[in-house]
């Protein structure tokens, strides 16, 4: 086997953008709400059967060739899940402040919607505006009872103001736990890791072309709620969700540029060659996405091509392999201990 090249997977969503996305990956997009491409999926959208699902160049589906050989894609012989990659990674390039949602965990996705996966997701800033910011956890406990009204009433300015800020740098990491309210400013474009479902609880649809009725994962408010914490988050804990382990220049060497909080869900690392050096990288199964310069990924007996705004998939069988040349690389891959890992929410 060897890593496949992944075509362009612009989705059409509920808020505008995706000049960049278009920028990076060489390609001319139909509208100007094409905010977000998904890479290497193997789960469509939320009430849909395909949207949203990776093709490969010869146009298969990339989750028909991982159920067709599990073992080889992913390392594990499976079952009845046998397409699941145990990650979901977009390109998501805001034009607009992206609504206030939430995502539940694992717990609520297993009793209410019939999937061990929760969405645990994490932020790698690619580019971002002066001045815009992330918006995430609430700064002080907030009574459900309120928090139940300022919804109803699409109170935007009240949901911001009670929410942590974090001004936006190119290279920085956020982790965002299941359960967390967040927003994104327009202006921002991120490689977003997380775990592979497409489930959001909105807050505030007002500023989407969504409604209210598709705004609660068709369980109704009074159940959806639930799934969204009320509780603040301390100091510490905002800290420990952003690193800037990103934020300097890649060097010829693998590092992470996620929290370690992170690690249990999914991993992002960063590869780059340059300086006559070759980086090593483990074998596994991975998203990839070339961000910056060319070379090539070179593995046992064979190597393919590199440049920038690439997308691949890297089966588990291809084993180690190696960045040559000046490409910059985002390396995306499941959980530390996936899949056994699932059935358990260890952040925070």
């Given at each position: 086997?060897?890593?496949?090249?992944?075509?362009?997977?612009?989705?059409?969503?509920?808020?505008?953008?995706?000049?960049?996305?278009?920028?990076?990956?060489?390609?001319?997009?139909?509208?100007?709400?094409?905010?977000?491409?998904?890479?290497?999926?193997?789960?469509?959208?939320?009430?849909?059967?395909?949207?949203?699902?990776?093709?490969?160049?010869?146009?298969?589906?990339?989750?028909?060739?991982?159920?067709?050989?599990?073992?080889?894609?992913?390392?594990?012989?499976?079952?009845?899940?046998?397409?699941?990659?145990?990650?979901?990674?977009?390109?998501?390039?805001?034009?607009?402040?992206?609504?206030?949602?939430?995502?539940?965990?694992?717990?609520?996705?297993?009793?209410?919607?019939?999937?061990?996966?929760?969405?645990?997701?994490?932020?790698?800033?690619?580019?971002?505006?002066?001045?815009?910011?992330?918006?995430?956890?609430?700064?002080?406990?907030?009574?459900?009872?309120?928090?139940?009204?300022?919804?109803?009433?699409?109170?935007?300015?009240?949901?911001?103001?009670?929410?942590?800020?974090?001004?936006?740098?190119?290279?920085?990491?956020?982790?965002?736990?299941?359960?967390?309210?967040?927003?994104?400013?327009?202006?921002?474009?991120?490689?977003?890791?997380?775990?592979p479902t497409d489930y959001s609880i909105l807050l505030e649809w007002s500023i989407t072309t969504s409604t209210r009725e598709e705004s609660h994962l068709d369980l109704g408010f009074e159940r959806a709620m639930s799934a969204v914490s009320t509780?603040?988050?301390?100091?510490?804990?905002?800290?420990?969700?952003?690193?800037?382990?990103?934020?300097?220049?890649?060097?010829?060497?693998?590092?992470?540029?996620?929290?370690?909080?992170?690690?249990?869900?999914?991993?992002?690392?960063?590869?780059?060659?340059?300086?006559?050096?070759?980086?090593?990288?483990?074998?596994?199964?991975?998203?990839?996405?070339?961000?910056?310069?060319?070379?090539?990924?070179?593995?046992?007996?064979?190597?393919?091509?590199?440049?920038?705004?690439?997308?691949?998939?890297?089966?588990?069988?291809?084993?180690?392999?190696?960045?040559?040349?000046?490409?910059?690389?985002?390396?995306?891959?499941?959980?530390?201990?996936?899949?056994?890992?699932?059935?358990?929410?260890?952040?925070?």
């Amino acid at each position: 086997m060897k890593p496949l090249f992944l075509p362009p997977n612009p989705v059409q969503h509920f808020y505008r953008g995706g000049d960049r996305i278009a920028a990076l990956r060489g390609i001319t997009l139909a509208t100007d709400r094409q905010p977000e491409e998904w890479l290497g999926s193997t789960v469509p959208r939320f009430g849909d059967s395909a949207v949203g699902l990776a093709v490969t160049a010869d146009g298969t589906l990339l989750r028909d060739l991982v159920a067709a050989d599990p073992e080889s894609w992913v390392g594990l012989s499976r079952g009845s899940e046998a397409s699941d990659v145990g990650i979901l990674v977009k390109l998501l390039d805001a034009r607009q402040r992206l609504p206030v949602h939430v995502h539940p965990d694992r717990a609520f996705a297993s009793d209410h919607l019939n999937c061990p996966y929760g969405k645990t997701e994490a932020w790698f800033v690619l580019d971002a505006e002066p001045g815009s910011a992330f918006y995430v956890g609430w700064k002080d406990d907030v009574d459900p009872g309120e928090l139940d009204s300022r919804r109803e009433s699409q109170d935007s300015d009240w949901m911001l103001a009670h929410l942590n800020r974090i001004e936006a740098r190119k290279g920085m990491g956020i982790l965002v736990p299941s359960g967390t309210p967040h927003a994104i400013d327009g202006g921002i474009f991120v490689a977003e890791v997380q775990e592979p479902t497409d489930y959001s609880i909105l807050l505030e649809w007002s500023i989407t072309t969504s409604t209210r009725e598709e705004s609660h994962l068709d369980l109704g408010f009074e159940r959806a709620m639930s799934a969204v914490s009320t509780s603040a988050l301390s100091d510490a804990e905002l800290t420990n969700l952003v690193t800037s382990a990103g934020t300097s220049a890649a060097e010829p060497r693998v590092r992470s540029v996620l929290p370690e909080a992170a690690d249990p869900y999914f991993r992002l690392h960063q590869a780059a060659g340059g300086g006559g050096s070759t980086t090593e990288v483990e074998g596994g199964f991975a998203v990839i996405l070339v961000t910056d310069g060319n070379g090539t990924l070179a593995f046992e007996g064979d190597a393919v091509q590199l440049n920038r705004g690439d997308a691949l998939v890297v089966p588990h069988a291809v084993g180690p392999w190696r960045v040559e040349g000046t490409a910059s690389v985002l390396i995306a891959r499941p959980g530390r201990g996936w899949p056994a890992t699932l059935g358990s929410d260890g952040v925070r």
